[in-house]
């Protein structure tokens, strides 16, 4: 290989590996896993707790509680340990 190919390959390597790595406090990482979790439960419970809403619709940080109330309100043993994980 090119020497000054392998300095370009090796500059956007570097670049990459400086941009990709992120450092999150444990609050926002935790508020991430809730949104994953959320969005996860709105799409696995759709069909019982959330019929009248789009199933389109992309859950966030703010819409976590209401996912964990209409999961108590509507869903089986299921659906209430899923809004049980949500509240942790």
Known sequence: ?????RKYLSAIGQRGGRKSRRVLDA???KD???????RRAYRRFHA????SFDPDYVVTL???PW??????KHGG??????AIRLCR
Do not use: P
């Open 1 to 5: 290989m090119d020497s000054g190919v």
């Open 27 to 29: 609050e926002t990482a």
């Open 32 to 38: 991430m896993v809730r949104v994953r979790e959320a």
């Open 48 to 51: 019982s707790c959330f019929w």
């Open 62 to 64: 703010s819409d976590v």
């Open 67 to 72: 996912v964990a109330a209409e999961l108590r």
């Open 77 to 82: 043993r299921a659906a209430w340990e899923a």
